[in-house]
C-alpha cells in the first residue's frame, strides 16, 4: 500500500538536545530551522505555503496528515516555505475529490524533508515546557550528536530579517477573489476593477488569502516589495494600505517599520501577523518573542468592543508589548488563552491591526468581517480623512 | 453577564427508558447538568422514570420524581414545584417533545414557566422537516429534494417526481424510527404507511436518496452572546444510508480539506442561529458527494444527543455541562475549560489523536431481524476507542466491542472464502453490523481497494486503512513474530497481543510474554482539548504505543473499578450506575480512584467521576497494562457485569488483588457442577437438572428429567440463547444451533417448573453479616427472563413463611460463598416450594432499583465493605421494607426489528426499565406501565386468545375487565370458554380463518388491549396479532398474570387519579 514507505530513517534533533527518530518521507536530505507546533486539524498544505513559516520546521500536532493530499486551490503562496515538516503518520495516498498529488510526492518535488513516526505529542511536551528553539531535521546524517551540534549552531531567528527572503521581487496586481465549492476563485473583470478603490499590500510573506478577501471586500489590490518606501507607495496613488502578515522577528526589519511611521495618518492602515507588529513598532511600542508561540486555528480572541469571541487561526512567535503601547494606540483584541496583546486601534491615526488571521486558510472564518471593516474604513476617510476611524466606530 | 439571578429553581426532564436510539448518553448529559445546576445553587427538578439512571439519585436533584414521562405528570409536577424555568435540551428526544407538549397545551404559560436552552419555536423549526427545509433555503444552503406528505396519495404524487430510489422518514421520532429506503414502488408504499402511522404529527418527509454520501457531523454550541463553537467533527466510515447511530464513526473528520471543512464550519454556524438554539449544544448533519463535493445539510438536533456524548468523551469537552451552565445565563468565556483551568471554554477543542466509535448490535437476539442496516436505528450499544492514528483506534474499538473480535478476523471464522464473486460484492453492498470484517476480508481475498469502495461506497481512505491492516496481517502469518522495532509499530496500528498470537500461530501468552521480554509496551497519552499546547489538570488516559508515558500514577492507596464495556441486551446502564457508586463512595472514603472503561454513553467514562480515568477495552491485554502502570491495592470486577467477571480470574493470576467476594466464589456460583455441590452442601433444592456436553447428552438427559425443560448455554448473562424446550423435536433442533454457537461450553439442562413464581433477592454481605436488600416478586410466571419481567418490591402474594425462608436461604448462600459485596440469588415458588434457580455473587441488573425502591445505595455500601468496612459501622444491618410498592417495568426493542414476534421467553430481549411507585400494587403497576411508553386503556374492547392451559385462569381475569366496562371479543375457543363462564363475547375470526379477522380488528384501531397467551409449540401463529398490536401501539400481555395486573391497575386508574411524589418524599418515611 504504502510504496517505499517508512523504509528510510530519519531524525530530528533540538538544539537542548532532545533527538526523535522516525522515518524519512518528501525530500531526502536536511533542514534547519526554528522548531515550532501547529495545532490545527485540517489546512496543512496551506500551512507549509505560508511564508510565515519560512525558516521554520513545522510539527503538526493532528497526527494523520496528508489525508486529503494537495490540490492547486488550496496553496497559499508559490511554494513551500516550511523548512521541514514533522507529522506522526503521513499518508501517501490520498482521498479527496479535489486532491492531485500526495504531501509525499509534493514534499519531494518541492525539494522538502519530511519525517514521520514522530511521538509529535512528546515533541510539543518539550517545546511547550522548554520553549521554541532551533531543530534539525535528517535523513542523510543520522547521528545525534552531529545533529544536536548543527542545531545548537544554527543562528536563532531573533534578530533575523526573514523578510528579504520571502517578499516579491517586483509590484503586481492581484485579480482572484473568494473560493467557491462549484467553480474555484471568482475571478474579477479588469472594467469592474478599475472603479474599486485601490490598497497596496506590502508583502512581508502575503499569505494568497489575504489578497483573495481584500478583493472580495470590494478592494483592487497591488502587492509591492517589502522594501517600497512610504514615498514609492504613495507615489501609485493608493485609496488605502495592507501590511501583511511574514516571517520572523519585527524588530529585524527596520526598513519597513520606517515606511510604515511614514505612511501612518496618511491612509487607512490595515496590519495582519507582522504587519501588525512592524506598525506596534513604527508608533514607538516594542515586541518580543513568545515562549513557543501561538499555530493553530482554535485561539479565542475576545472583541473589547464587542464582548463578542472569535475564534482565530494564528500564527506567530512574536508579540507586541502591551505596556510599550500605552497612549500610541488603543486595545481591541485580546487573547483570551493568555491576555496578550491581539488587536489595535489608532488613536486618531486611521489604522486597526489585528496579530491573528482574519483570513484564515486554514482556520475560521469569524474574522472575515474586518476585511469588510477596512473597506468601510477606506470609503469614510475619502470623505472625513482623519476621523474616518471615528466614524466607522460610531457605525459599529 | 454571569447567571441569571431571575432564576432560582429549574426543572429538568429526562430520557426515560433504555431504548435503542435514547440510551445511557442521556443519563450522562443530564447527570452532568443536574450537577452544573445545582453547583449555581439553583433548586433542581428533576422528572425521569428510569430508576437504573445515576441523575435520578435523590442526591443529584433537590426533587426526584421517577413517574411517567406524560404532559399530565409533567404539568403536576410542575403546579406542585413552580420552577422558574424548564431545561428541555438534555433528555433526549422525549424531553424535547414532552417540553412541545407542555408549551403548546399552555402548561408552561399557566405556571410562567420559561423555556431555556431553546425556545419553542427553535425546538419548531429545528424538528419540523418543513419549517427546517424552509429556514435552511432562506440562509442560502443545500439539502436533498423532498417533499412533505401526510396522506398516502400525497406520497404517491411525490415519488413520482423524486423517482426512485427515496427515504422515507417519519416526523418527530426518535432514533429515525420508521425511516427507511425505499428501491421500488411495493416497498414505498408499505414504508409510507408505516412511516404515517409512527410519526406522533402522521406526516413524512420523502427524499432524494443520498446513499453513498460521504457524511459528517458537527457538534456546535452557541451562547446567549451568540458566540458560536464547534466542539468536534465526525466523519461516519458507513455512507450515507446508515444510520448514524449504526455507523461507524471516527473523529475528527479525516478526508476534508480546509476550505470544505470552513464551509462546514460556517453552515453550521448559520444553522444554529437561524434555528435559534440560544444557548447549549446541537448536532448539524451533513453530507458530501464524494466526486462533486456537494454539500447538503440533513438534519439539526437542537439538544444535546448521542453523537455529542461522543464528541465530549472524544474531545474532552463536558458538552452537556457548558450547555447547562450557558442555558442559567453564562457565557462561554466566563467558563473555565476544567482540563486545562487557566483557558476558557470558549475555543475550539484540537485533538491530537484519532477516535473511533463502533456500534454494537443485537442481533443475535431476534432471530428473524436480517442484519442489514438503514436509516432506523438498531444497535444497543457501541463502543469507542483512541489511538494515535485511526488504524490504532480502529482495532482497539474491535476488540472493545467485546463479540469475541480481536481485530479484524474473518467473520464466522470460514469468512467469504469459496463464495462466488457476486456474493462477496454483494456483502460489501448491503451495510450490516458484519461490512467491516466483510471489506477485510474481501480485500484478503484480493478485491481490489478501488472494487471495494465502489461497491461500498466507503471512503477510500478508510477502506486502505483497512488495506495496511490486511497487509500486516499477511506480514506476520508469514515471517511470525516480528523484531522489536517492528513489533512496536504492528502494535502501533493497534494489534492486539491475542490477534498477533492468531496470525502467527504462537498464541497470545506467548506474544505477551514475548512484548515483555522485548520491552514493547504501551505508555499512556492524556486527553486534553488541546493538543498538549496547555498543561492538563485531569488524568483522563488512553494507551499508545509512542515514546512518551504521561501517566504519572500517584502514591496514593487507590483501587481500580473495571466498567461494563458497550451496552448490549442483559447488561446495560445498571452496570454502569453500580461503577459509578463504587467510584464516588470509595473517593469519599478517601481512596484515589480509577475507572477503565470503553462505553463513551456512560457516567462512568466522564472524567469528573473518578480521580483517574482510562479509555480502553476491557480485554486482559488492556487491563493488565493499565494495572502495570497504576498498582491499584484492588480492583473491583464485581459491579461492571459479566464483562469485567469474565477477567477476574487472569487477573488474579497475573498478581492483581480483585476485591471482595474471591474469583473461586464467583466460579462457583457458576460453573454448574461446583454449583449443584453447594447447593446440596447447604441442603437447599433445585429443580432437577444436569450438564450436556454433547447431543445425546442433552437428550437423554431431558428425557429423564421430562420436559418441558429450560435449556442454555453455561457462562451467559441475559439468558442469551436460553428456551423452554417442550419436547425432543424441538430439543433436537435446538441442540444442533446451541452447540455449533458454543462449541467448549457445555449445556444446562434443567426442569421447567411451569407457571412458578419467581423471586430475585439482592442481599449485601460483608463476610459475616448479610443484609437483605430487596426482595422483588416476578409479575410474569418462571419461564420469562428475569430482566424482562416486570416485578413488585416488597413482593405481594407470598406468604411470611416464604419471605423468611427465602432470606434465610440466601444467607446461607451468601456465608457459604464468602460473599463480600452484593449478591443476586433468583428463585422459583412451584407449589409452595422454594427452589434456588441460579446466584450471582455480584452486582445484578436490579440494584438501582431497590436502591431508589428501600432508600439504601446498595452500590456505595457494597464497595465500601470491599474495602474493609463493616455493615454495621455502615448502619445497614437489617431488611428495609419500604411501605410504599414499587413496580418496575421492562421496555423493549421490538418496534425496531419488523418481522420479530415480540414474545417474551427465557432469552433477555428488553433494552430498558422503568419505575412505578405507590402506596399499593395497582396503581403502582399502571404508572409502571404508563411510563414503559404503553398507557393502559380506561375503556374499549379487550381481544382475548389464550392456549388451552391458561383457559382456567381466564374467570378472573375476564370478570375485572367486564367490571371495568371493558367489551371482550375473543377468538372461537376462548369465546366459548368464557360465554360457557357467563361472560358476555363476541368472536372474531383466527387469521386463518379469514377476514375480517383480529389482525383486522386490531388494524382498524376497535382494539384496546391484547390479551394473548399462545400455546408454546404454536407461537407462530399469533405472532402476527402481537406485532400489529405492537405497531399500532395497542398494549398486549402475553402472559395471564400480565394481563391481570394490567386489569387491576386499570381498575386503579379510574378510580383516582395518580398524584405524584417525589423520591426525597418517600425516603422520608
Known amino acids: ?396 | 453577564m454571569g447567571r441569571r439571578q431571575d432564576l432560582k429553581s429549574v426543572f429538568v426532564i429526562g430520557s426515560g427508558p433504555i431504548t435503542i436510539g435514547q440510551a445511557c448518553e442521556f443519563d450522562y448529559s443530564g447527570t452532568q447538568a443536574l450537577k452544573a445546576l445545582k453547583e449555581e445553587g439553583l433548586r433542581v427538578i428533576l422528572l425521569n422514570s428510569n430508576p437504573a439512571t445515576i441523575m435520578t439519585d435523590p442526591e443529584f436533584a433537590d426533587l426526584t420524581y421517577i413517574e411517567p414521562l406524560t404532559p399530565e405528570v409533567a404539568a403536576e409536577v410542575i403546579g406542585r414545584e413552580r420552577p422558574d424555568a424548564l431545561l428541555p435540551t438534555l433528555g433526549g428526544q422525549t424531553a424535547l417533545n414532552l417540553a412541545i407538549e407542555l408549551a403548546e397545551n399552555g402548561t408552561l404559560e399557566r405556571f410562567g414557566v420559561e423555556l431555556i436552552g431553546a425556545s419553542l419555536a427553535a425546538i419548531k423549526k429545528a424538528e419540523d422537516r418543513d419549517m427546517f427545509r424552509q429556514a435552511m433555503l432562506k440562509i442560502g444552503l443545500d439539502l436533498p429534494a423532498s417533499v412533505i406528505a401526510r396522506s398516502t396519495e400525497q406520497a404517491e404524487h411525490a415519488v413520482e417526481k423524486l423517482g426512485l430510489p427515496v427515504i422515507i422518514r417519519p416526523s418527530r421520532t426518535l432514533g429515525g424510527t420508521g425511516g427507511a429506503l425505499a428501491r421500488d414502488h411495493a416497498e414505498f408504499r408499505d414504508k409510507v404507511e408505516r412511516g404515517l402511522t409512527s410519526s406522533p404529527s402522521h406526516e413524512v418527509l420523502i427524499e432524494e436518496s443520498i446513499a453513498g454520501w460521504k457524511e459528517f457531523e458537527l457538534e456546535v454550541m452557541r451562547d446567549r452572546a451568540d458566540n458560536v463553537v464547534i466542539i468536534c467533527s465526525i466523519e461516519n466510515l458507513d455512507p450515507m444510508g446508515v444510520h448514524t447511530g449504526d455507523s461507524i464513526t471516527v473523529a475528527p473528520a479525516q478526508t476534508l480539506t480546509d476550505k470544505e471543512y470552513q464551509i462546514m464550519r460556517d453552515a453550521a454556524q448559520r444553522i444554529i442561529r437561524e434555528i435559534g438554539v440560544d444557548t447549549g449544544g446541537s448536532n448539524i448533519q451533513f453530507a458530501i458527494h464524494p466526486e462533486t463535493g456537494r454539500m447538503v445539510v440533513i438534519e439539526m438536533n437542537p439538544r444535546v444527543s448521542r453523537s455529542s456524548a461522543l464528541a465530549s468523551k472524544a474531545t474532552g469537552f463536558p458538552i452537556a455541562k457548558i450547555a447547562a451552565r450557558l442555558a442559567v445565563g453564562y457565557r462561554l468565556d466566563e467558563l473555565p475549560n476544567d482540563i486545562t483551568r487557566k483557558t476558557p471554554a470558549c475555543f475550539e477543542p484540537t485533538i491530537d489523536y484519532v477516535v473511533t466509535k463502533i456500534p454494537r448490535f443485537a442481533f443475535e437476539k431476534f432471530r428473524d431481524a436480517a442484519d442489514e442496516l438503514g436509516p432506523q436505528m438498531k444497535s444497543v450499544g457501541e463502543a469507542m476507542a483512541i489511538g494515535r492514528t485511526f488504524k490504532e483506534s480502529l482495532q482497539k474499538a474491535l476488540r472493545s466491542l467485546e463479540i469475541d473480535s480481536f481485530g479484524l478476523e474473518s467473520p464466522n471464522g470460514a469468512g467469504l472464502k469459496g463464495l462466488p464473486r457476486a456474493a462477496i460484492l454483494e456483502r460489501l453492498r448491503t451495510p450490516s453490523s458484519r461490512r467491516l470484517y466483510y471489506v477485510a476480508d474481501a480485500l484478503r481475498l484480493g478485491v481490489s481497494v478501488e472494487e471495494v469502495c465502489a461497491e461500498s461506497r466507503i471512503d477510500p481512505w478508510f477502506v486502505r486503512s483497512v488495506a495496511e491492516i490486511v497487509e500486516v496481517e499477511r506480514e506476520l502469518s508469514a515471517a511470525g513474530l516480528p523484531a522489536k522495532e517492528r513489533l512496536r509499530e504492528v502494535k502501533g496500528m493497534g494489534f492486539s497481543d491475542r490477534r498477533i498470537g492468531e496470525l502467527t500461530g504462537a498464541g497470545e501468552i506467548k506474544v505477551a510474554h514475548y512484548r515483555r521480554r522485548l520491552e514493547v509496551k504501551p505508555v499512556f497519552k492524556t486527553v486534553d482539548t488541546c493538543a498538549a499546547e496547555f498543561q492538563a489538570f485531569t488524568p483522563y488516559l488512553y494507551s499508545a504505543y509512542e515514546g512518551e508515558d504521561e501517566s504519572r500514577p500517584s502514591s496514593r492507596r487507590k483501587i481500580m473499578i473495571l466498567g461494563g464495556g458497550p451496552n448490549r441486551i442483559g447488561q446495560g446502564i445498571e452496570f454502569d450506575y453500580c461503577c459509578v457508586h463504587a467510584s464516588l463512595a470509595l473517593r469519599e472514603a478517601g481512596y484515589e480512584t480509577i475507572m477503565v472503561n470503553c462505553n463513551p454513553e456512560t457516567v462512568s467514562t466522564d472524567y469528573d467521576v473518578s480521580d483517574r480515568l482510562y479509555f480502553e477495552p476491557l480485554t486482559f491485554e488492556d487491563v493488565s497494562a493499565i494495572l502495570e502502570v497504576e498498582r491499584p491495592e484492588g480492583v473491583i470486577v464485581q459491579f461492571g457485569g459479566q464483562t469485567p467477571l469474565k477477567l477476574a480470574g487472569s487477573l488474579a493470576r497475573a498478581g492483581a488483588r480483585i476485591l471482595g467476594t474471591s474469583p473461586d466464589a464467583i466460579d462457583r456460583a457458576e460453573d454448574r457442577e461446583r454449583f449443584n455441590a453447594l447447593v446440596q452442601t447447604l441442603n437447599l433444592k433445585q429443580p432437577r437438572g444436569m450438564l450436556a456436553r454433547n447431543a445425546q447428552e442433552a437428550l437423554d438427559g431431558a428425557a429423564s428429567i421430562g420436559y418441558p425443560v429450560l435449556i442454555r448455554p453455561s457462562y451467559v448473562l441475559g439468558g442469551r440463547a436460553m428456551e423452554v424446550i417442550w419436547d425432543e423435536k424441538g430439543l433436537k433442533a435446538y441442540v444442533t444451533q446451541a452447540l455449533m454457537a458454543s462449541e467448549t461450553r457445555p449445556l444446562l439442562v434443567d426442569r421447567y417448573l411451569e407457571g412458578a413464581v419467581e423471586v430475585d433477592v439482592d442481599a449485601i454481605a460483608d463476610g459475616e453479616r448479610v443484609v437483605i436488600g430487596g426482595m422483588m416478586e416476578h409479575v410474569e410466571p418462571a419461564g420469562i427472563h428475569s430482566g424482562d419481567s416486570a416485578c413488585v418490591l416488597p413482593p405481594r402474594s407470598l406468604t411470611s413463611a416464604l419471605l423468611a425462608e427465602l432470606s434465610r436461604w440466601t444467607k446461607l448462600l451468601a456465608r457459604e460463598l464468602g460473599v463480600v459485596g452484593l449478591i443476586n440469588v433468583q428463585y422459583a415458588i412451584f407449589h409452595d416450594e422454594v427452589y434456588v434457580l441460579e446466584v450471582n455473587p455480584r452486582a445484578s441488573r436490579t440494584v438501582p432499583f431497590v436502591s431508589k425502591a428501600i432508600g439504601v445505595p446498595l452500590a456505595k455500601l457494597a464497595a465500601l465493605v470491599m474495602i474493609g468496612r463493616k455493615l454495621s459501622s455502615l448502619g445497614f444491618t437489617e431488611e428495609r421494607i419500604p411501605r410504599h410498592i414499587s413496580v418496575k417495568e421492562s421496555v423493549f426493542p421490538f418496534s425496531r426489528f419488523p418481522g420479530v414476534d415480540p414474545l417474551l421467553g427465557p432469552e433477555m430481549k428488553s433494552t430498558g426499565e422503568v419505575m412505578g411507585i405507590d402506596d399499593s400494587f395497582a396503581p403502582a403497576f399502571a404508572r409502571a406501565q404508563t411510563a414503559a411508553l404503553t398507557p393502559l386503556p380506561r375503556e374499549g374492547t379487550v381481544f382475548l386468545s389464550v392456549r388451552d392451559a391458561d383457559k382456567s385462569r381466564i374467570e378472573s381475569l375476564a370478570s375485572g375487565l367486564s367490571r371495568t366496562g371493558f367489551h371482550l371479543v375473543a377468538t372461537e375457543g376462548t369465546a366459548r370458554y368464557l360465554r360457557a363462564l357467563g361472560f358476555a363475547c363476541k368472536t372474531v375470526n383466527k387469521v386463518a380463518q379469514g377476514s375480517p379477522h383480529v389482525v383486522d380488528l386490531i388494524r382498524s384501531g376497535k382494539i384496546a388491549m391484547v390479551v394473548n397467551t399462545p400455546e408454546a409449540t404454536g407461537a407462530v401463529d399469533s405472532a402476527s396479532i402481537r406485532r400489529t398490536a405492537l405497531e399500532r401501539r395497542v398494549p398486549y400481555f402475553t402472559t395471564i398474570a400480565g394481563a391481570q395486573a394490567a386489569a387491576e391497575a386499570i381498575a386503579a386508574l379510574k378510580q383516582r387519579s395518580l398524584s405524584v411524589r417525589s423520591l426525597q418524599d418517600y425516603h422520608r418515611e
Open chain 1, 1 to 396: 500500500m504504502k510504496d517505499g514507505a517508512r523504509t528510510k530513517r530519519a531524525m530530528l534533533a533540538l538544539a537542548d538536545g532532545r533527538v526523535f527518530t522516525g522515518y524519512a518521507f518528501g525530500a531526502v536530505g536536511e533542514a534547519v530551522g526554528e522548531m515550532v507546533f501547529n495545532t490545527a486539524m485540517t489546512g496543512y498544505q496551506e500551512v507549509l505555503t505560508d511564508p510565515s513559516y519560512c525558516g521554520q520546521l513545522v510539527c503538526m500536532t493532528y497526527p494523520e496528515i496528508g489525508n486529503v493530499g494537495v490540490n492547486e486551490d488550496d496553496a497559499e503562496s508559490a511554494r513551500i516555505y516550511v523548512e521541514g515538516l514533522i507529522v506522526k503518520e503521513c499518508w501517501r495516498a490520498p482521498s479527496n475529490w479535489r486532491s492531485r498529488m500526495s504531501l509525499d510526492e509534493y514534499l519531494e518535488r518541492s525539494n522538502v524533508v519530511g519525517i514521520e513516526g514522530i511521538d509529535t505529542r512528546a515533541l510539543v511536551r518539550h517545546i511547550r515546557e522548554h520553549g521554541a528553539q532551533q531543530g534539525v531535521v535528517s535523513s542523510i546524517d543520522l547521528d545525534p550528536v552531529s545533529l544536536v551540534a548543527k542545531a545548537k549552531a544554527a543562528p536563532s531567528i531573533v534578530g533575523c530579517d526573514l523578510v528579504r527572503r520571502v517578499t516579491c521581487e517586483a509590484a503586481y496586481d492581484w485579480e482572484l477573489g473568494e473560493w467557491e465549492l462549484a467553480g474555484g476563485f471568482k475571478r474579477v473583470s479588469p472594467e469592474e476593477m478599475r472603479n474599486r478603490p485601490r490598497v497596496i499590500a506590502i508583502d512581508y510573506g502575503i499569505k494568497r488569502n489575504i489578497l483573495r478577501r481584500l478583493t472580495a471586500a470590494g478592494f483592487r489590490v497591488r502587492v509591492v516589495p517589502a522594501f517600497a518606501t512610504a514615498q514609492e507607495i504613495l507615489a501609485q496613488g493608493p485609496d488605502a494600505i495592507f501590511l501583511s502578515n511574514g516571517p520572523g522577528d519585527p524588530e529585524a526589519v527596520d526598513y519597513a517599520r520606517d515606511a510604515v511611521a511614514a505612511l501612518l495618518g496618511k491612509r487607512p492602515i490595515f496590519g495582519i501577523c507582522l504587519g501588525h507588529q512592524i506598525l506596534a513598532l513604527a508608533l514607538g511600542g516594542k515586541t518580543y518573542k513568545l515562549a513557543f508561540g501561538h499555530h493553530g486555528a482554535n485561539h479565542p480572541v475576545l472583541d473589547l468592543k464587542t464582548g463578542r469571541v472569535e475564534i482565530t487561526s494564528q500564527n506567530h512567535g512574536f508579540a507586541a508589548d502591551e505596556a510599550s503601547l500605552r497612549g500610541l494606540a488603543e486595545l481591541s483584541h485580546v487573547n483570551l488563552n493568555d491576555r496578550t496583546i491581539e488587536g489595535l486601534r489608532g488613536l486618531g491615526s486611521p489604522f486597526f491591526t489585528v496579530q491573528y488571521h482574519p483570513e484564515a486558510s486554514p482556520g475560521p472564518h469569524d474574522a472575515d468581517y474586518l476585511f469588510r471593516r477596512f473597506y468601510r474604513l477606506t470609503e469614510l476617510f475619502a470623505r472625513y480623512g482623519a476621523q474616518a476611524l471615528e466614524r466607522l466606530q460610531s457605525e459599529q
